[in-house]
């Protein structure tokens, strides 16, 4: 038998655990230890989520105590880290970074992007145990722009809410697309929209519903 070696996970530099193991079993305990943890963060933070769909929107964010989001757009390569509500008080300055980050990189227009959908994604920020960032795919959209994907491509509505600054196209890096839809569908709080081939949840502040 291969004498025990001592062994220490680790996740992003913190060292997470340390013990002995089989030198031959290290690789398959490791993985499936990782693999536990992030389903433990996964419902741990889906059961906080279930608490909080019932209260009104601006509620249950501003339970908690900063609203921090974090952004990287993938057709401009822009970054933003920013805290759009501090202690349940919108942050002027924080909205209008979002506002101008979000806008329709197509032709350069903003908008404002409806508060209610921040929210939503702040508590998707926290059903991951507040890790990674959302990347975002599509943001507001001018109805020219909307116009013009409507006669290239299918699937893209007329009265699109990104015309309204009510919708987006989001992935995490802290979450798999499909765990992030998990949670949204959880939320229930808009519509949820799973595509599974581009990699991207489509999240809204319209009617719930999910696709």
Not at 16 to 43: E, K, N
Request: a positive charge; one cysteine or more.
């Amino acid at each position: 038998m291969i004498a025990p070696a001592r062994l220490c996970i680790t996740h992003d530099g913190e060292k997470l655990r340390c013990g002995t193991a089989p030198v031959r079993r290290a690789r398959v305990t490791i993985g499936a230890d990782m693999d536990l943890q992030r389903r433990q963060v996964l419902i741990g933070g889906l059961a906080g989520l279930a608490g909080l769909a019932g209260m009104r929107p601006s509620a249950a964010a501003s339970a908690l105590e900063a609203n921090r989001l974090s952004f990287y757009h993938i057709h401009t390569a822009e970054t933003l880290s920013v805290a759009y509500r501090e202690h349940g008080v919108i942050v002027p300055d924080a909205i209008a970074a979002i506002d101008h980050l979000l806008r329709d990189f197509r032709t350069g227009e903003a908008h404002n992007i409806d508060v209610d959908l921040l929210d939503t994604l702040s508590l998707l920020h926290e059903a991951s145990g507040r890790r990674g960032r959302f990347e975002i795919i599509s943001g507001y959209r001018s109805p020219r722009t909307n116009a013009a994907l409507r006669a290239a491509t299918s699937g893209v509505a007329e009265k699109s809410l990104h015309i309204h600054g009510r919708a987006i196209d989001v992935r995490s890096t802290g979450l798999a697309t499909s765990e992030l839809r998990d949670a949204a569908l959880e939320l229930a709080r808009g519509g949820v929209g799973y595509y599974r081939q581009s990699n991207f949840v489509h999240l809204d502040t319209g009617a719930f519903r999910s696709w």
